[in-house]
């Protein structure tokens, strides 16, 4: 079976040293009753813990769901509040993280001919509430 998103996006930064921790849960009574993958606040999979930058969340998904994700951090409400500008507010910072297989320079400077997961990120801020 195929690694996850979020399971991509813990295991880079884990090599990179980061602390990081999913925070999305599984709720089997959710969906239907088929169940469904809850995120904390409705928008975050994982929390990374940056000494000197703070406390990230990040959302992950598929490279063709980045535009669809960013959507969604922008409009969820939590309790009756947009939750992204609450937690930009609270000193968080907030990312996307989209996988998708791209091409990749080699020490060379030629481009393979082989693929590999690469991220997009995009870090969410106030400016994109305004």
Known sequence: ??????????????????????????????????????????????????????????????????????QKILTTEFRGLLIAPVWLACCGRIEIWSWSKRKFKLASGKWSNAFRWTPRVEEITQEDFE
Not at 4 to 24: K, M, N
């Open 1 to 70: 079976m195929s690694e996850s998103p979020t399971q991509r996006t813990l295991r880079h930064l884990r090599t990179e040293g980061e602390v990081v921790g999913i925070v999305e849960k599984w709720n089997q009574y959710g969906g239907g009753g088929h169940g469904i993958r809850q995120d904390l606040f409705g928008i975050l999979d994982l929390v990374c813990l940056r000494p000197g930058t703070g406390i990230v969340g990040i959302q992950c998904c598929a490279g063709s769901g980045h535009a669809a994700h960013k």
